[in-house]
């Protein structure tokens, strides 16, 4: 039988250091699973997005078009749940959240770069264009304290002794 280690695994996060734990994650990966709680049509009500922009609030902000599945998803139910992992072992997010959809052209302005044109072949000017944010309402988190490495190496170390060298941290993100 072996030792468990006592090292503190838990850190709950509140107001400005969940909103900088949100940006910390998003800054890694830019994307993550966008899940609606309704669906319709053929829609799975989850698809990869990018995130556009955290807000100072932590509010997080996409682009999409006006007639997709996700924005007449949203309408129908305002509930949505974002899947983050920005690298293998590392960076795991989920938020809870609620979703409102406008056609503020300042906003899509800020949001626009030229690769979106992709998606919008009008441009930045595309009536299609629509910016959704989501108001975190809360959240968890998954991480290492110390990064890959160090969690790597405490990984191979314990595996090698027998004994739990767990660098991982967790915790509730309350915004």
């Keep these: 039988m072996t030792a468990n280690n ?3 695994n838990r850190a709950n996060l509140h107001g400005q250091d969940a909103i900088q734990k949100i940006k910390d994650v998003v800054d890694k990966t830019e994307s993550c699973f966008f899940c609606t709680a309704v669906t319709v049509g053929d829609s799975s009500g989850a698809r990869p997005m990018a995130v556009r922009q955290v807000d100072e609030a932590g509010n997080l902000w996409f682009l999409s078009p006006i007639d997709s599945h996700k924005n007449d998803e949203v ?5 949505v ?7 293998s072992h590392s960076y795991f997010l989920e938020i809870n959240g609620h979703a409102s959809i ?7 302005s800020e949001l626009w770069e030229p690769l979106l044109n992709t ?51 967790e915790g509730s993100l309350d915004l």
């Design 102 to 108: 406008s056609q503020d052209r300042e906003k899509i």
């Design 6 to 8: 006592h090292e503190s």
């Design 119 to 169: 998606w919008f072949t009008e441009g930045q000017d595309d009536p299609r264009i629509t910016a959704i944010k989501v108001t975190p309402v809360e959240g968890y988190y998954w991480n290492t304290k110390h990064g890959n490495i160090v969690a790597g190496a405490k990984m191979l170390i314990g595996a090698a002794t027998g004994k739990q060298l767990d660098d991982s941290v």
């Design 75 to 79: 309408k129908i139910d305002p509930r």
């Design 81 to 87: 749940r974002l899947y983050f992992q920005a690298s």
